[in-house]
C-alpha cells in the first residue's frame, strides 16, 4: 500500500554542505544489495518520469535577494502552468511573471532551465550509469525509513563545452517503495555562474509516485570576483491533475514577461 498523507520533511538548508549526517544509521549491506536498490529507485523514476507525461499542474517559483539585516533586495517570480508531452519535453505556460528586479548575474537562462529540471527531478534516469551512488545507511523521518545516498557525476563535466548539467548531492529513498521522495543539491558543473544548494520534497499525488510538491533555498552564492550573493528561493507544486494541454514552449531568458498572460483554460 502507497503512504497516502503528503509527506513534508522539516526543510534545514546548509550552504556549507549537502546534508547532515547525524539522524543517519550506519548500515552494512552488501555491494550487491546496495547496486539492486540504485537499480530499482532509478528504475522507478524512469516510470515516474513517464507518469508524468499525463498530468499538468501549476508551479509557483520566486527567487529573491537578500540584503544586510535580511532585507529583501531584489526578486523574481514566474507562476506557471507546466505539462510534458509524450516525449517528457517539459511545456511551460507563464500566466503571471511581473517585472524581475535581479540582474541577469543574478537570474541567468541556466537558472530558469534548473526551475524545471535539475532543482525539482534531480537525476535524469537515461543518464543514470553516468553517476557515482555512494550509500551512507538509512534515516528514519515521521514515518518514513529512508535510504540516504550521495549523488554526484563519475567524471565532472567540462563547462566550457557546454555539456547538460548534472545533479550533485544528497538523496533519500523510501525503503519500502525505493522511490525518491527527498533530494538536496545542486546543478554542476558550475562555470561563471553559481548555482544555489535546493532542497526538494516529494509528496504522494496518485497514491503510486511521489511528484515534487516543493522546492526550497537559502544560500551564498560565490562569484568568481569574490562577490556574495544571498539568495532565498521559494518554489511550490499544486493542483496536479491527469490531462495534458497543448501549450507552447517559452524560450528561457532571464527575464519574463512584465505583464500576466490570460489564466490557461483548465485541461479536461
Known amino acids: 500500500m502507497r503512504k497516502a498523507a503528503i509527506f513534508l520533511f522539516v526543510l534545514s538548508l546548509s550552504v556549507a554542505a549537502f546534508g547532515q549526517n547525524e539522524g543517519i544509521t550506519k548500515k552494512d549491506i552488501s555491494p550487491a544489495e546496495v547496486d539492486r536498490i540504485i537499480k530499482k529507485f532509478t528504475k522507478n523514476e524512469d516510470l515516474f518520469r513517464r507518469a508524468l507525461t499525463i498530468y499538468a499542474f501549476d508551479r509557483f517559483a520566486s527567487i529573491q535577494t537578500v540584503g544586510i539585516g535580511g532585507n529583501i533586495t531584489g526578486g523574481y ?31 541567468t537562462a541556466a537558472d530558469i532551465e534548473n526551475l524545471g529540471g535539475i532543482n525539482p527531478y534531480a537525476i535524469d534516469p537515461k543518464v543514470a550509469d553516468q553517476y557515482a551512488f555512494t550509500f551512507l545507511g538509512t ?41 525518491i521522495v527527498r533530494t538536496k543539491g545542486k546543478a554542476v558543473p558550475e562555470g561563471k555562474e553559481r548555482f544555489p544548494i535546493v532542497e526538494t520534497t516529494r509528496g504522494s499525488v496518485d497514491n503510486k509516485y511521489y511528484f515534487p510538491i516543493d522546492s526550497r533555498s537559502d544560500d551564498a552564492l560565490v562569484f568568481e570576483s569574490g562577490q556574495v550573493v544571498k539568495t532565498r528561493m521559494r518554489v511550490t507544486y499544486k493542483n496536479y491533475r491527469v490531462g495534458r494541454s497543448e501549450v507552447r514552449i517559452l524560450d528561457d531568458v532571464p527575464d519574463p514577461v512584465p505583464s500576466p498572460s490570460p489564466t490557461p483554460k483548465k485541461p479536461e
Open 77 to 107: 517570480r514566474r507562476d506557471s502552468f507546466m505539462t510534458f508531452n509524450e516525449a517528457g519535453e517539459r511545456f511551460e505556460r507563464v500566466v503571471f511573471a511581473p517585472l524581475s528586479t535581479l540582474t541577469e548575474m543574478q537570474v
Open 139 to 179: 534515516e528514519h523521518i515521521d514515518d518514513f525509513n529512508l535510504y540516504v545516498f550521495d549523488v554526484g557525476p563519475k567524471v565532472m563535466p567540462d563547462f566550457k563545452k557546454g555539456v547538460a548539467k548534472f545533479f550533485q548531492g544528497r538523496i533519500w529513498i523510501d525503503v519500502d517503495d525505493l522511490m
